[in-house]
């Protein structure tokens, strides 16, 4: 056994010869393992001692790094691992902002990146630089509209919103105002917040002055917790919609009595055990599960799932890639991109993958599961 350390001497255990060998794959993997993203890096960095340690019959070898939920950092460690390490395909990052500069780096030396963050603008609209960039989190846009469908459905007419100010708040807000009206909605306000604030009191007495008959709150893990228990404390009783990004189980021990009733749109991991067992969901969900026991001894939540997934699609495509080119070679990385590419029917614990080229996020709303926080769980919404 060997660790490959981050800069603040974060470990990812992996299984590896003495010497690395020539053809082994190397994957590098950058998350936000510290800083105000290490509610969905540090589930994630734990999942590297899970992932395979062998696709298609080459070993592979994983540099995990943590960019400290900075996109310098994040632009820095994705130089290291292109120029330093010679990785055959980048995985990351946990946060849009970091992702962004990172296409850059996937352009330029022509590496596949798979994003673990959530944001549509990741790899939309298509162009050169996102030709290297897939993402494994569905996007904005069908989380969105499955939310948006149901929202309108029950009765609601005027809707608040909340959302952290960065790529996945911002995102979410575009989607939400695009699809409102259409849908016979009004967005009453724009309230917005970082995920590293303490208190988000302002911008709830903003948006319960407008009297919405429901707020939607766009963030991701814990700090999603402060705008709803704001609301609630400050005697808001409308119906309050999240997103996928708080479908951990901290978000729950957090918010306690104030999170229950919330709804969002959200992928299968959440509400498995909801479903059959011969389900292909749940089988994904299942197999990720053993093995993240398997190597942590204990349960792994959403987040962790996108490394998982990615290291899925991985899985599918390296050994039709390993018939073109070695790895380490630009030939492998090029045939590796479109390997992923064409991927089609991936059931995965983010939902079902059908890539194209121009389409490299691959899900529809057959992805999108309507989730409730009822008696301290995930349900579905049936």
Known sequence: MRAVLTALGIAATMVLTAADAWA?????????????????????????????????????????LDDE?????????????????????????SLTPVTMPMLDVALESKTPLLSL???????????DKRKWAFKVVPNDDIMAAAMLKHIAKTGVKTLGFIGVSDGYGEG??????????????TVTTHEVYARGDTSVTGQALQVIATNPDAVFIASAGTPA??????LRERGYAGK????????????????KENVEGAVFAGEAFSIADDL?????????????VAAYRAANGDTPNIFAAHLWDTAALLKRAIPGALKTARPGTPEFRAALRDELERGKDVYLNNGLSNMSPTDHNGYDERSAFLIKVEGGRFRLVK
């Not at 963050?117 to 990741?122: D, E």
């Not at 979410?172 to 909605?185: D, F, I, M, R, S």
């Open 225 to 230: 917790v402060l705008p709803q228990q704001a």
């Open 69 to 93: 939920s900075d996109s310098v950092k994040g632009l820095q460690n994705a130089r290291r691992l292109v120029i330093q390490d010679g990785v055959d395909v980048i995985i990351g990052s």
């Open 24 to 64: 082994d794959i190397k994957v590098g993997i950058v998350v936000s393992a510290t800083g105000p993203g290490s509610a969905l890096g540090q589930p994630q960095i734990k999942t590297v001692a899970a992932l395979p340690k062998e696709i298609g019959g080459e070993k592979v070898v994983y540099i995990a």
């Open 240 to 255: 309050i919609f999240q997103t996928h990004g708080v479908a951990t189980q901290e978000f729950i021990k957090l918010g």
């Open 117 to 127: 963050a959530a944001s549509t603008a990741i790899v939309q609209p298509m162009d």
């Open 276 to 288: 059959a067992a011969e389900d292909p969901f749940r089988r994904a969900h299942d197999e990720f």
């Open 172 to 185: 979410y807000y575009q989607e939400v105002t695009k699809l409102a009206p259409k849908l016979g909605l």
